[in-house]
């Protein structure tokens, strides 16, 4: 979230900046991982977008796959849904990078 060009708002940065220092101050480790390393994770089952990377999920994990939504064309927003599929493929990127 710090990094030069992040065009999130001010309130998401203060917001991420809050819950990791409620983290750390609760002892619990910090992992962060950025957009390519979770590419990478996923890297060798050949999925490289995002919606890849979800129907990958969806065929990995079948109880996802009434949540995948179709493919996002340029002009429609984001699927709310796409959120889960962020977080399996966040897990899984730890799992694969645990230090």
């Not at 002892?27 to 060798?44: C, D, M, N, P, Y």
């Not at 897990?91 to 990078?97: G, K, M, N």
């Amino acid at each position: 979230f710090s990094r030069q060009g992040d065009r999130r708002p001010d309130r998401v940065r203060a917001l991420a900046n809050r819950v990791r220092g409620s983290a750390l101050d609760a002892g619990i480790r910090i992992q962060s991982f950025t957009r390519l390393k979770v590419r990478e994770a996923f890297v060798a089952s050949e999925a490289v977008s995002r919606y890849e990377i979800a129907s990958l999920l969806a065929k990995w994990f079948p109880e996802l796959s009434s949540r995948l939504p179709p493919k996002r064309k340029p002009w429609m927003p984001e699927h709310p849904q796409m959120g889960v599929f962020d977080a399996m493929a966040l897990a899984l990127t730890y799992y694969f990078f645990e230090p």
